[in-house]
């Protein structure tokens, strides 16, 4: 089925930009709402931001609304997270993931990539 590759982390200063890229293969990307999450060393995995199958909705954790930006192309099977105004807390592993369906009223996420370094230095 679906599987999922990110790129594009890296270290930043703060205040600087990112973006991130999630491959998938398959031919049935579009089908998929995607999102990306991010954990950073001792704490756990925290939702960034979601996207809808056709790009027309998009929804965003409290923390980064504002500074980041996601997006998708169906067409060369990609989705983006773009990162403006980096700080220090935004360092983690970020991982895109794709969903298909909801469990009462929750939005279940059953392919995962393995997730790219982003460091934001100070």
């Known amino acids: 089925q679906v599987q999922l590759l990110e790129s594009g982390g890296g270290l930043v200063q703060a205040g600087g930009s990112l973006r991130l890229s999630c491959a998938a293969s398959g031919r049935t990307f579009s089908g998929y709402v995607m999102g990306w999450f991010r954990q950073a060393p001792g704490k756990e995995r925290e939702f960034v931001a979601r996207i809808s199958t056709s790009g027309s909705s998009t929804n965003y954790a409290d923390s980064v609304k504002g500074r980041f930006t996601i997006s998708r192309d169906n067409a060369k099977n990609t989705v983006y997270l773009q990162m403006n105004g980096l700080k220090a807390e935004d360092t983690a592993v970020y991982c895109c993931?794709?969903?298909?369906?909801?469990?009462?009223?929750?939005?279940?996420?059953?392919?995962w990539g393995q997730g790219t370094q982003v460091t934001v230095s100070s």
């Open positions: 993931a794709a969903s298909s369906r909801m469990v009462g009223g929750t939005r279940k996420y059953d392919l």
